[in-house]
T-cell receptor, first 113, second 113 residues
Framework: DAGVIQSPRHEVTEMGQEVTLRCKPISGHDYLFWYRQTMMRGLELLIYFNNNVPIDDSGMPEDRFSAKMPNASFSTLKIQPSEPRDSAVYFC???????????FGEGSRLTVL | GENVEQHPSTLSVQEGDSAVIKCTYSDSASNYFPWYKQELGKRPQLIIDIRSNVGEKKDQRIAVTLNKTAKHFSLHITETQPEDSAVYFCAASSGGGADGLTFGKGTHLIIQP
């Protein structure tokens, strides 16, 4: 397996634009997580899915953020409209509950000007 | 919800010396405690984990100890090497696995030659 695949790796956009980040989890994993990493806040859990169903979205900062998982092999995190304070590295991770280990993607570095 | 505190935020040690990173957690129901290592510009990766039915676990030069009564756990790295330089994150979960992990803010470990 190629691991968790995220795209794009880097995104630079202007304030007010829509941003869509994509993730392909490891096949067979039943959990998918979206994290945001900044120097100030560290690793923050935004939302996670179990068997494609959103379980906990309490970490989503505002209504500008939304996430979907239409099937077991694909998830998106959307920010609309984007703001400079959304600049961060966004990680997608997948795993199995019993095993415990999270497998992270390479991350998507977002810069909002 | 769970709150994980991690200390110190930065740790500098001489190559060959030992390094200790400490974490405390608030939820007495937490039962799974992983440690992740993140090298500069890379993704976090699991290096060791411990469950609440075990007090200590070792893997070559790294070890983790857990004190459930005091609600704290520690990462010990012996005979530190330059490749140990990274940011280390502790985490805690009451779900016993991948779901519901709360991460500490991270410790930047610097190995001085």
């Amino acid at each position: 397996d190629a691991g968790v695949i995220q795209s794009p790796r880097h995104e630079v956009t202007e304030m007010g634009q829509e941003v869509t980040l994509r993730c392909k989890p490891i096949s067979g994993h039943d959990y998918l997580f979206w994290y945001r990493q900044t120097m100030m806040r560290g690793l923050e859990l935004l939302i996670y899915f179990n068997n494609n169903v959103p379980i906990d979205d309490s970490g989503m900062p505002e209504d500008r953020f939304s996430a979907k998982m239409p099937n077991a092999s694909f998830s998106t995190l959307k920010i609309q409209p984007s703001e400079p304070r959304d600049s961060a590295v966004y990680f997608c991770a997948s795993g199995n509950r019993a095993a415990g280990e999270l497998f992270f993607g390479e991350g998507s570095r977002l810069t909002v000007l | 919800g769970e709150n994980v505190e991690q200390h110190p935020s930065t740790l500098s040690v001489q190559e060959g010396d030992s390094a200790v990173i400490k974490c405390t957690y608030s939820d007495s129901a937490s039962n799974y405690f992983p440690w992740y290592k993140q090298e500069l510009g890379k993704r976090p990766q699991l290096i060791i984990d411990i469950r609440s039915n075990v007090g200590e676990k070792k893997d070559q030069r790294i070890a983790v100890t857990l004190n459930k009564t005091a609600k704290h756990f520690s990462l010990h790295i012996t005979e530190t090497q330059p490749e140990d330089s990274a940011v280390y994150f502790c985490a805690a979960s009451s779900g016993g696995g991948a779901d519901g992990l709360t991460f500490g803010k991270g410790t930047h470990l610097i190995i001085q030659p």
